[in-house]
């Protein structure tokens, strides 16, 4: 049992250069999200997605997309990468109904911006 | 303000020692409350719940007060392995499961 798989580990962007991170549960869980994590500012949300082909803006959406592309499936992508956006990306997942709510991280994207 | 509040510290304290957190938030509608641990910045993994009654986990103990808004973390007997960060997260009332997490308090247990 894998849990939530987040690739890649590491990524060094130009500038303008777009890229995916890819996610991916194997929990059969509802809600997935992702989050950004800069130093000193907590996990800020990003995007999330309530259950299968539903997507919705978190706090701080402004340079991603992303797509619920079945239920296992969340990927966050960046159109045109920004220094700004440097961070680490962590995905999340939630089985919505459970009476101990508890979220599954992947195990976190270092993204670097030049 | 805020919608999840806490002090970033970090704390510093001896083994054996306890120490205490605390967690403001800013909606009094919000129904579930978590402490998560993160270490040097990877994922951060659930620590507890936090009931209406307070509960217990060993040498943890989360409290929460709704008049006041807040909630909170103690650590008895801190150990080595104790030093981490520690988020706290609030479930943003609606209609969907929003997690909103503090920026999280840093320990550093000491020999």
């Known amino acids: 049992n894998a849990g939530v798989t987040q690739t890649p580990k590491f990524q060094v962007l130009k500038t303008g250069q777009s890229m995916t991170l890819q996610c991916a549960q194997d929990?059969?869980?509802?809600?997935m999200y992702w989050y950004r994590q800069d130093p000193g500012m907590g996990l800020r949300l990003i995007y999330y997605?309530?259950?299968?082909?539903?997507?919705d803006k978190g706090e701080v959406p402004n340079g991603y997309n992303v797509s619920r592309l079945n239920k296992r499936e969340f990927s966050l992508r960046l159109e045109s990468a920004a220094p700004s956006q440097t961070s680490v990306y962590f995905c999340?997942?939630?089985?919505?109904?459970?009476?101990?709510?508890?979220?599954?991280f992947g195990s976190g994207t270092q993204l670097s911006v030049l | 303000r805020k919608e999840v509040e806490q002090d970033p510290g970090p704390f510093n304290v001896p083994e054996g020692a306890t120490v205490a957190f605390n967690c403001t938030y800013s909606?009094?509608?919000?129904?579930?409350f978590f402490w998560y641990r993160q270490d040097c910045r990877k994922e951060p993994k659930l620590l507890m719940s936090?009931?209406?009654s307070g509960n217990e986990d060993g040498r943890f103990t989360a409290q929460l007060n709704r008049a006041s808004q807040y909630i909170s973390l103690l650590i008895r007997d801190s150990k080595l392995s104790d030093s981490a960060t520690y988020l706290c997260?609030?479930?943003?009332?609606?209609?969907?499961?929003?997690?909103?997490f503090g920026r999280g308090t840093s320990l550093i247990v000491h020999p």
């Open positions: 929990m059969n869980h509802n809600s």
């Open positions: 909606n009094s509608a919000s129904q579930s």
């Open positions: 997605s309530a259950s299968e082909g539903t997507t």
């Open positions: 936090v009931y209406s």
């Open positions: 999340a997942s939630i089985n919505m109904g459970q009476t101990n709510e508890k979220l599954f």
């Open positions: 997260v609030v479930n943003r009332p609606g209609g969907s499961y929003i997690p909103t």
